[in-house]
């Protein structure tokens, strides 16, 4: 039968080239997150930004779970029921690694934007971490080379200093944990349903929105009445940062990653991925001022040789 005059295109089987490109596009977009996120978070509390945000994700990505999806000819879609448990169960690791990055750059005692970038840059050594630990993968020594330059890159980039002991970057260090296994999940999560990138993109949102809603209403006193929401609304600058941070760098890299995943290894996009604080040192430069050491040029230009 034809498909319906409205259902979710599936999407071809791209090349590793371009995989490689969503990637890179992908880190350079979600580069710019870290300093919108801590000018966000300097107007509107952590619990109502965040979940303004993935509201604002999930919201954009909801009809491509409730439109039917097309197939080719001959060919069943794949059912709903365990693709949604596939991307409810990435999106809940991611979930929590969007909360814990927006804590660890809110308060007292937090990370600096660029700070932040290096420490998220450390899921290229989880996701090879969990390859050997549950899948027996052990890791080549090109890859092995390839990710100790790059976290040396990273180090470097950043001044070699970490964030301070506090308790938000407590939550700055959850970051690459949870990112590192909501890569590795994906990945096994594209290899069952190739194919199916949007309704996969849509469920992680909705998990992702959810972890936000939840963190919401269980921190003390952050619910905002209505009144509040609607004057951020009405606030441009806070608007468009929402906007930003919500459609284009969570539902637009979600999608990028998940669509990468299909021709990539998770080992393979972490790395890639770390070019990521190259871009969040380039915009915290730019929006706030947070200046890049000497060395790191050195820093830079060995995650570049890294990803070669």
Do not use: H
Not at 12 to 38: C, D, E, H, M, Q
Not at 163 to 170: D, F, G, M, V
Not at 175 to 201: H, I, N, S, Y
Not at 288 to 294: C, D, F, I, N, Q
């Amino acid at each position: 039968p034809p498909p319906p005059p409205f259902s979710i295109p599936a999407f071809p089987a791209i090349s590793k080239g371009t995989g490689r490109f969503l990637v890179l596009l992908s880190a350079a977009l979600y580069g710019t997150n870290f300093a919108a996120v801590k000018l966000l978070d300097a107007a509107v509390p952590v619990g109502p930004a965040t979940s303004l945000r993935f509201a604002m994700a999930a919201l954009v990505m909801l009809p491509f779970l409730l439109l039917p999806p097309s197939s080719p000819a001959g060919e069943k879609p794949a059912p709903l029921l365990p693709l949604l448990s596939a991307g409810f169960s990435v999106g809940l690791w991611n979930g929590l690694g969007y909360l814990s990055q927006a804590i660890g750059l809110s308060g007292a005692g937090s990370s600096s934007a660029s700070s932040s970038a290096f420490v998220c840059s450390l899921a290229a050594v989880v996701v090879p971490l969990l390859d050997f630990a549950f899948d027996g993968k052990a890791p080549t020594r090109k890859s092995l080379l390839a990710c100790a330059v790059a976290l040396g890159g990273v180090s470097l980039l950043e001044g070699g200093a970490p964030p301070p002991p506090t308790s938000a970057a407590l939550f700055t260090y959850l970051q690459p944990l949870c990112f590192g296994v909501g890569f590795w999940r994906m990945e096994k999560a594209m290899a069952a349903f190739p194919g199916d990138a949007l309704r996969l993109t849509a469920a992680q949102l909705q998990a992702v929105a959810a972890v936000a809603a939840g963190y919401l209403l269980l921190g003390p006193g952050q619910v905002p009445g209505a009144e509040q929401v609607l004057e951020w609304l009405q606030t441009p600058p806070l608007l468009a940062a929402l906007l930003w941070t919500g459609v284009v760098t969570t539902a637009g890299t979600v999608l990028l990653e998940t669509l990468s995943l299909s021709s990539l290894s998770a080992s393979e996009a972490t790395l890639l991925f770390s070019t990521e604080p190259l871009w969040g040192s380039a915009v915290a430069f730019a929006a706030m001022g947070e200046v890049l050491a000497p060395q790191g040029f050195g820093g830079a230009a060995m995650i570049l040789a890294a990803c070669a």
